[in-house]
């Protein structure tokens, strides 16, 4: 199963320059609940982003895959250069975690989407691509200190 993971405002926001718009401890607690010991896919970027913020100590995932189309080498990662390939043949339950251009290339092989809808417009630059969300049902939702935590899962056809 694929599943995406993300927050995003009223405006489909979801970043600012490499770094969240927000900081919303519920969501950070959400994200983390969700992809604790998970094989995860993410982009270079948001790769080096989370490097960043957790400095010397581990990524708290299970196995860790990211995606470059540039060759690299990661002390803690395999590197996909065919995410295509990878999405479409991997038996592994993974969630896929960003940023903007991998979500976009993840969403057509996605089952599962989490969604924190964040209220109101924040100030930021990079955008989750509009989609039509009504090929998905809503199966779960939850609202906690204004933030909506909504699990949603691919209609089969
Ligand atoms: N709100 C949220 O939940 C959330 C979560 C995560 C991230 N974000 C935000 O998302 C933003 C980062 O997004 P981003 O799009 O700039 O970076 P990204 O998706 O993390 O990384 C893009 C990387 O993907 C690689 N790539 C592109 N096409 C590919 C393909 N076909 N196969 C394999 N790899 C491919 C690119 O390689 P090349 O460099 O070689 O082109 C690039 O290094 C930040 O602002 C971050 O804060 C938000």
Redesign the pocket.
Same mark, same amino acid.
């Not at 979801?14 to 969240?20: A, E, F, H, R, T």
């Not at 996909?80 to 295509?84: L, Q, R, S, Y």
């Not at 975690?97 to 979500?103: M, Q």
């Given at each position: 199963m694929i599943s995406l =993971?993300? #927050?995003?405002d009223e405006n489909w926001l979801? *970043?600012?320059?490499? +770094? +969240?718009p927000w900081h919303y401890p519920k969501d950070l607690a959400y994200f983390k609940a969700k992809t604790k010991n998970q094989a995860v896919l993410? *982009? !270079?970027?948001? %790769?080096d982003?989370l490097k960043s913020y957790y400095k010397q100590k581990p990524l708290p995932f299970g196995k860790i895959y990211v #995606?470059? +189309? $540039?060759e690299r080498t990661y002390e803690d990662a395999t590197l =996909?250069? !065919? =995410?295509?390939a990878f999405l479409k043949d991997t038996k592994e339950d993974v969630m896929v =975690? *960003?940023?903007?251009?991998? %979500?976009q +290339?993840a969403l057509p092989y996605a089952n599962r989407l989490y969604i924190t809808f964040v209220l109101g417009r924040h100030e930021g630059n $990079?955008y989750f691509n509009r989609f039509d969300l009504s090929v998905f049902k809503l199966i779960e939702k939850t609202i906690e200190d204004g933030l909506i935590f909504a699990v949603y899962e691919r209609i089969s056809s």
């Open positions: =993971i993300w #927050a995003m979801i *970043g600012k320059d490499n +770094l +969240l993410m *982009g !270079d970027m948001t %790769y982003s #995606a470059n +189309l $540039v =996909i250069k !065919d =995410i295509h =975690i *960003g940023g903007k251009t991998i %979500y +290339l $990079v």
